[in-house]
């Protein structure tokens, strides 16, 4: 069962653009949503989380927008740069319910591409 | 070390042979996780580890896959008879442990082709 779905699956914004990522989820239980930026032949990072006590974050040229009721959210990249170009992926956790302490649920990733 | 290292880096191997894959978590991190990653495809959770122990195996694909952890450090995930479609980015994550929401912080990974 896909339990987090992400879209699009590739975008190409031009250099001082907006890039948007949606993602949406099905566990209403999810509790805390990552957002990891991955270079190739390297692992996943962390870029910026958000709880669902608040309905946006932002961090730098990074904002997560999240909407409890239709359960999705979204990252906006301002001013996209060339180096901002990567594969972005959303994620959801619930912690600590069960045995499975704060594993992530991965939704299937955005090849994003900005173009100078 | 400064990160999660992971080793090696690459492995190629034939359908039917036995592999070993390794991970460092960060000095003192007590929760460690390994995920996989196919071609194109997002993150799926295999196990996780607290200490030495493996509460969630609930990810494991198959018998053929087995994971362990010594001394709180170092685990090892085995894959035994591997099959082409074992092939994919295997990548482990470690965290603090401390009993809240934490970031995952994740190592380089392995690259596995089964020919």
């Known amino acids: 069962q896909q339990q987090v779905k992400q879209s699009p699956q590739s975008l190409i914004v031009q250099k001082g653009g907006i890039s948007i990522i949606n993602c949406a989820y099905e566990n209403t239980a999810f509790d805390y949503f990552p957002w990891y930026q991955q270079f190739p032949g390297k692992g996943p990072a962390l870029l910026i989380a958000i709880r669902p006590d608040v309905s946006e974050k932002k961090e730098g040229r990074f904002t997560i927008s999240f909407n409890k009721s239709a359960k999705q959210f979204s990252l906006h990249i301002m001013d996209s740069q060339p180096g901002d170009s990567a594969t972005y992926f959303c994620?959801?956790?619930?912690w600590g319910v069960g045995t499975s302490g704060s594993r992530l649920t991965f939704g299937e990733g955005t090849q994003l591409t900005v173009n100078p | 070390g400064a990160g999660v290292s992971q080793s090696p880096s690459n492995k190629v191997t034939e359908k039917g042979k036995d592999v070993e894959l390794r991970c460092d978590p960060i000095s003192g991190h007590t929760a460690l996780y390994w995920y996989r990653q196919s071609l194109g495809q997002g993150l799926e959770f295999l196990i996780y580890?607290?200490?030495?122990?493996?509460?969630?195996k609930s990810g494991l694909p198959s018998d053929r896959f087995s994971a362990e952890r010594t001394g709180g450090s170092v685990s090892t995930l085995t894959i035994q008879r591997t099959q082409q479609e074992d092939s994919a980015v295997y990548l482990c994550?470690?965290?603090?442990?401390?009993?809240?929401?934490?970031?995952?912080?994740f190592g380089p990974g392995t690259r596995l082709l089964v020919l």
């Open positions: 580890f607290q200490g030495n122990s493996a509460p969630d």
């Open positions: 994550a470690s965290t603090a442990g401390t009993g809240t929401q934490e970031t995952q912080y």
């Open positions: 994620a959801a956790s619930r």
